[in-house]
């Protein structure tokens, strides 16, 4: 069975840090591509980060600089290093993959296959 499952969310300051994990199971994730999208209320879905079969990154405006995708095959984990945090970074956040190879990743919700049920970032004093 795939699954997905995020940790790492909870309550931080405005400018402290947080790492986001997606564990996989059910399949590897050595190759796929990957992404991180966040839900604030409200608001659509936002595509932030992902990572390509090449580990190339994409990231969008909004976290350039601050945020980092990577990922662990011998954990079969994509991460989310989070840093400088905003209060406008409250919200859920999720992780996607793509099945198979991927050479140019986009955060566009309708191209991954598999979701993650999220993880609640707050960011607030």
């Known amino acids: 069975q795939v699954q997905l499952v995020e940790s790492g969310g909870g309550l931080v300051q405005p400018g402290g840090s947080l790492r986001l994990s997606c564990a996989a199971s059910?399949?590897?994730?050595?190759?796929?591509?990957a992404g991180w999208f966040r839900q604030a209320p409200g608001k659509e879905r936002e595509g932030i980060a992902c990572i390509n079969s090449h580990d190339k990154a994409e990231y969008g405006d909004s976290v350039l600089g601050r945020f980092t995708i990577s990922r662990d095959i011998a954990k079969n984990t994509v991460y989310l290093e989070m840093n400088n945090l905003k209060p406008d970074d409250t919200a859920v956040y999720y992780c996607a993959t793509q099945v198979g190879f991927v050479q140019y990743c986009a955060i566009v919700p309708d191209t991954y296959d598999y979701w993650g049920q999220g993880t609640q970032v707050t960011v607030s004093s």
């Open positions: 059910g399949f590897t994730l050595d190759y796929d591509g």
